[in-house]
């Protein structure tokens, strides 16, 4: 995992490096990918349209491919995992604290538990905040998602 993490972080520095060519960046750390599309997603609007969509396998997340999505200018935007279309899935039946890093993604765990009582964005991350009875106490359960994908829970 540590070098996992290492080549992660050189990712994102390259990525943070580069200006209007990301996606040479991405293909330099993650090879060929499976597939590239026009974002069907971005075509109604103006400012992202005739982006294209690449996807890529991952090794280390086998359930998962990532999706990068770059503007016809070159810079990424959206990249975020997906889960692999074929592969069933079933929805963990587990208490929030109990679920695992690197098994879930965000929109699933929403889909699953509902919408976040509170969750804050950026780039490449996110964090979701339930607010949850236990005992006669209320904990605050945080999420932490990179690219989509769960990292960390932790309670408060």
């Known amino acids: 995992q540590g070098a996992l993490q290492r080549a992660s972080k050189r990712l994102a520095g390259a990525i943070g490096r580069a200006r209007g060519d990301e996606i040479r960046i991405y293909l330099e750390f993650l090879g060929t990918p499976l597939d590239v599309t026009v974002d069907r997603q971005a075509a109604d609007n103006p400012a992202f349209k005739g982006s294209l969509r690449y996807l890529f396998d991952v090794p280390p997340w086998s359930h ?3 999706a990068v999505n770059v503007h016809p200018e070159g810079w990424g935007w959206r990249c975020q995992f997906t889960r692999r279309g ?9 208490e929030l604290e ?8 965000d ?3 929403e889909s699953i ?3 976040f009582a509170r969750a804050d964005t950026w780039n490449f991350g996110r964090d979701g ?7 006669p106490h209320e904990a605050e359960i945080t999420l932490e998602f990179d690219f989509g994908l769960l ?3 932790s309670v408060r």
């Open 107 to 109: 929109t699933e765990v």
């Open 129 to 135: 905040v339930y607010l949850a009875k236990r005992g």
């Open 64 to 66: 998962f491919r990532l």
């Open 113 to 115: 538990y509902g919408p």
């Open 151 to 153: 990292q960390r829970v």
């Open 86 to 94: 074929d592969q069933e899935w079933q929805p963990p039946r587990v």
């Open 98 to 105: 109990q679920l695992q890093p690197w098994s879930i993604l």
